[in-house]
């Protein structure tokens, strides 16, 4: 698990197959991380989730929910879970659903096969 396992946008990292990154909240990031408007934004405002801002969901943030990445079209009902339900149980939730159901391994938003050959229900690479 990374050691930064989510970003304030709802994203959940714990999920991100990058291995040159340990989290959005974390120092070890790549420059397109560091400079994510909303890493930059919650730290600038003082909020650990964009959830937590009165403008949530500003138009940016609607914007990168909705594009053509399916792993950004789980930070929408990932950001209501924090709100509703707190991070400490979110964080749990997440830990659980990125496992091989069949192993128990780590897995990753797009990753199609398991190591221990379990087919995984990923999402789909865009085009």
């Known amino acids: 698990m990374k050691p930064s396992p989510y970003g304030p946008c709802g994203l959940?990292?714990?999920a991100?197959?990058?291995?040159?990154?340990?989290?959005?909240l974390s120092e070890r990031i790549d420059e397109y991380v560091r400079q994510c408007r909303f890493r930059v934004c919650t730290r600038?405002?003082?909020?650990?989730?964009?959830?937590?801002?009165?403008?949530?969901?500003c138009s940016d943030l609607a914007a990168f929910m909705g594009d053509k990445w399916p792993h950004h079209w789980t930070m929408e009902p990932n950001l209501e879970f924090?709100?509703?339900?707190?991070?400490?149980q979110w964080l749990e939730a997440q830990r659980r659903e990125w496992l091989c159901p069949k192993c128990g391994a780590?897995?990753?938003?797009?990753q199609k096969q398991?190591?221990?050959?379990?087919e995984l229900d990923a999402f789909e690479v865009p085009e």
């Open 114 to 118: 398991c190591p221990c050959g379990q």
């Open 12 to 14: 959940f990292c714990g």
């Open 106 to 110: 780590e897995i990753v938003w797009y």
């Open 44 to 57: 600038n405002k003082g909020l650990d989730f964009c959830c937590h801002c009165e403008d949530y969901p």
């Open 16 to 24: 991100c197959g990058a291995d040159d990154c340990d989290g959005c």
């Open 82 to 88: 924090i709100r509703s339900q707190g991070v400490a």
